[in-house]
């Protein structure tokens, strides 16, 4: 079972560079969402979605873009990328997320350094 | 807001021991859920066990263990005679009804040295 895929697994982008870090699933979940980890604050969430053509803003949205024109898709864009944006980012999905105690399925992360 | 508080950073314990990871959370809503996370040293994230605030029977599962108290807001994970496969970083996690988002703790490293 695919579940979760992230890609690429590293990337190393220079400051100012744009890049798109990819997320699919074959789940069929509608929520899907991505967070970043760095050290000593767990994960954090940027964006979210609740289904195709539906996105919102998580706790530490600035200077990353979403969209979700399919189920299975939901890519994150670095629109002017920063060393502050070095850090690890996940994706994750979920059946449904309105009201729900399911749990998220994580991708493998994605690794990012700015230089 | 809801926020979820892991006040051990860091946990080193000899094989065998028993250790236990806490877990306080702040939350609104009468209604809720609460997880748990493990992410060894390869990177992962492994879901292992949620919670519903509307449950308070404390679970286990092998050597894993997990203790709700909704009237000190603690969910708090014992692992009994640790490996030294246990040795990860687990996050405690929450979840409103009232919204989509999942909101994590900062994580304890726990180091279990054989």
């Known amino acids: 079972n695919a579940g979760v895929t992230q890609t690429p697994k590293f990337q190393v982008l220079k400051t100012g560079q744009s890049m798109t870090l990819q997320c699919a699933q074959d789940?069929?979940?509608?929520?899907m969402s991505w967070y970043r980890q760095d050290p000593g604050m767990g994960l954090r969430l940027i964006h979210y979605?609740?289904?195709?053509?539906?996105?919102d803003q998580g706790e530490v949205p600035n200077g990353y873009n979403v969209s979700r024109s399919t189920t299975e898709d939901f890519p994150l864009r670095l629109l002017s990328a920063a060393p502050s944006q070095t850090s690890v980012y996940f994706c994750?999905?979920?059946?449904?997320?309105?009201?729900?105690?399911?749990?998220?399925?994580f991708g493998d992360g994605t690794r990012l350094s700015i230089l | 807001a809801q926020k979820v508080t892991q006040a051990q950073t860091e946990i080193s314990v000899v094989e065998k021991e028993d250790v236990t990871l806490d877990c306080v959370y702040e939350?609104?809503?009468?209604?809720?859920?609460l997880f748990w996370y493990k992410q060894p040293p390869s990177g992962e994230l492994v879901f292992l066990i949620r919670r519903n605030s509307f449950d308070e029977q404390n679970e286990i599962s092998g050597r894993y263990s997990w203790n709700f108290q909704k009237s000190t807001s603690s969910f708090n994970f014992t692992i009994t005679a640790s490996q030294v496969v246990d040795s990860a970083v687990y996050f405690c996690?929450?979840?409103?009804?009232?919204?989509?988002?999942?909101?994590f703790g900062e994580g304890t490293q726990l180091t279990v040295n054989p």
């Open positions: 939350t609104r809503d009468t209604t809720y859920y």
């Open positions: 994750a999905s979920s059946a449904t997320g309105q009201v729900s105690n399911q749990p998220q399925h």
């Open positions: 979605s609740v289904g195709a053509g539906i996105t």
């Open positions: 996690a929450l979840k409103e009804t009232s919204g989509s988002r999942l909101t």
């Open positions: 789940m069929n979940h509608e929520y």
